[in-house]
């Protein structure tokens, strides 16, 4: 059974999820001053604050390489000078790892489970899907599927234009 909702403001995973949004936010912000003061080419990577994990171009590979992980490229060493400056900075700025709100846990069902969970706009749209039947969440509006699939063309759409 799957089902299709909107997420309304006042429920604990809106606010989570905004948490969330404003912690990847800020992260980013740093990976980019980050970045500038290191020299990295990329800008792909991945947010954490306890590791340093980037995406590396050819150039990041030739300056950097000889602190990766020998079987992981683009994967810092714990104790190579950029992962513990990385670190550091996520420290002093008291940044946390980013983490999207888990909705199994607000289902409250654990095994074989499939969610969605994005904002457009100013609406948080989420489905889930499990093995089992399941009630709604407080918080959790049921839409139909055809608006919640449209809602999703519309906002690809808009983004080719």
Same mark, same amino acid.
């Given at each position: ?21 404003v912690m990847s936010e800020k992260v980013n ?8 003061? $290191?020299? !990295? ?5 991945? $947010?954490?604050? $306890?590791?340093?994990?980037? +995406? ?16 992981? /490229?683009?994967?810092?060493?714990? &104790?190579? /000078? ?5 670190? &550091?900075? +996520? $420290? ?5 790892? /980013?983490?999207?709100? &888990? ?13 969605r969970l994005f904002m457009v ?10 093995? +089992? &039947? ?14 919640? !699939? ?12």
């Amino acid at each position: 059974m799957e089902k299709y909702y909107i997420v309304m403001p006042g429920s604990p995973i809106y606010k989570e999820y905004m948490d969330y949004k404003v912690m990847s936010e800020k992260v980013n912000t740093a990976f980019v001053e980050f970045a500038k003061e $290191q020299g !990295f080419e990329t800008h792909e990577y991945y $947010q954490s604050a $306890q590791r340093l994990y980037i +995406c590396p171009t050819e150039g990041d590979v030739d300056k950097f390489g000889k602190y990766f992980k020998k079987d992981t /490229p683009g994967l810092f060493k714990k &104790n190579s /000078p950029p992962a513990k400056a990385w670190v &550091n900075k +996520c $420290q002093v700025f008291g940044l946390e790892s /980013p983490s999207k709100p &888990n909705l199994a846990f607000e289902f409250r069902i654990f095994g074989r489970t499939s969610s969605r969970l994005f904002m457009v706009g100013d609406a948080l749209y989420a489905s889930f899907r499990a093995d +089992c &039947n399941f009630e709604n969440p407080d918080g959790f509006e049921e839409i139909k599927a055809s608006d919640f !699939f449209k809602v999703i063309e519309d906002y690809e759409e808009s983004l080719k234009h």
